[in-house]
């Protein structure tokens, strides 16, 4: 067998730390590989290995402005890239072709390169999130944020550190339903809210956010599309029970809704006292649904669950969305014969 290296750079969005962490590496061992995640020793570390990228190379570490504080060491750099190296073996001769792509030779070589990249993804990954959750730098980002590659990462004989081959960041392209489009009713009804300047709604704001963690991100943030979509149920519900509530019901249902928010009851209890509608018992595969909703929302909340399982058929933001449609059309009248 031949010990092989996969070394990927990545982005930290500058992370903070004090110079003598500069040359910092960690080493571990996942899936049964050895790891390595390394800082910049220097500003031209990681950096001056920049290749064929479209904007020119930056260095590794930076200065930056500070407070001074007494009776603190205040000296600060920011790091903005760090290596992530995975260390595996392969059937991979020792000798190099001049194409490292052809053939038996290419096979190999790519199938390690590919293990070690999702090996080093999903390390890069978790040091951000650990770094995000660790520190008070709010601008690394959301901690669900996906690394972002630095250049190409490079396939390497570990022995004497010869160059295999070396790929960028994997491209990929995504075909999404043409209904996504707005069309011109949507955005003329936009005018007399401008005009207005009206302000969205809450409820439609978390339900918009749901979506953008729940399917926007390369890596998306299921936890958190789990609680806003969640969030966005109850806010929109209350609200709709506010709006609708006969004027001799409104007492009764202010008491009510300061004692309970759990969506099932406000949904189906609450919702046929007061308004003689309930989701329960015009669409019960509906409200199935807004109870796992619920239920993983009360996981993460509760008992700390960081993967909600199991996973929502379609996703929580589509589930608030079909609700949210029950909701504009639960007080229509039948247009069925009699």
């Known amino acids: 067998m031949t010990a092989l290296e996969v070394r990927v750079r990545y982005f930290t969005h500058d992370v903070w730390v004090h110079p003598s962490l500069l040359g910092w590496a960690g080493t571990f061992t996942r899936d049964d ?61 020792t000798n190099r072709p001049d194409n490292p792509f052809d053939g038996r030779y290419g096979e190999l070589a790519g199938a390690a390169h590919h293990q070690g990249q ?66 011109q009713d949507v955005l003329d009804s936009l005018v007399g809210k401008l005009a207005g300047q009206e302000v969205v709604p809450v409820a439609q704001a978390l339900l918009a956010d749901a979506w953008h963690l729940g399917e926007g991100p390369e890596v998306p943030d299921a936890e958190r599309a789990v609680l806003l979509a969640a969030i966005a149920c109850e806010v929109r519900t209350q609200e709709f029970l506010r709006e609708h509530v006969p ?11 300061r004692r309970t928010s759990t969506l099932a009851v406000l949904l189906h209890d609450v919702f046929q006292a007061a308004l003689d509608v309930s989701l329960k018992v015009t669409d019960r595969t509906l409200y199935k649904r807004i109870e796992d909703l619920t239920r993983q929302r009360n996981n993460i909340v509760h ?15 589509l589930v608030a969305s079909d609700l949210f449609a029950w909701l504009n059309s639960c007080l229509a009248p039948p247009t069925g014969p009699p």
């Open 303 to 317: 008992e700390g669950h960081s993967q909600p399982t199991p996973k929502i058929s379609g996703g929580p933001a």
């Open 247 to 257: 004027t001799d019901r409104k007492a009764l249902l202010e008491v009510t809704l």
């Open 33 to 93: 590989k050895q790891v390595e995640v390394r800082l910049p020793a220097d500003p031209e570390e990681f950096a001056r290995e920049h290749s064929q990228q479209a904007e020119p190379p930056g260095p590794s570490v930076v200065g930056v402005p500070t407070i001074t504080e007494p009776n603190w060491d205040n000296e600060t750099v920011a790091v903005r890239l760090f290596l992530v190296t995975v260390q595996l073996d392969s059937e991979l001769p």
């Open 118 to 183: 999702q090996i080093c993804d999903q390390v890069a990954q978790d040091f951000l999130r650990w770094l995000r959750a660790s520190s008070r730098q709010p601008w690394l980002g959301l901690s669900a944020a996906p690394p972002q590659q630095y250049g190409r990462g490079g396939l390497y004989y570990a022995v004497t550190g010869q160059g295999i081959l070396g790929m960028g960041p994997e491209q990929s392209l995504t075909f999404r339903s043409s209904r996504l489009r707005l069309e």
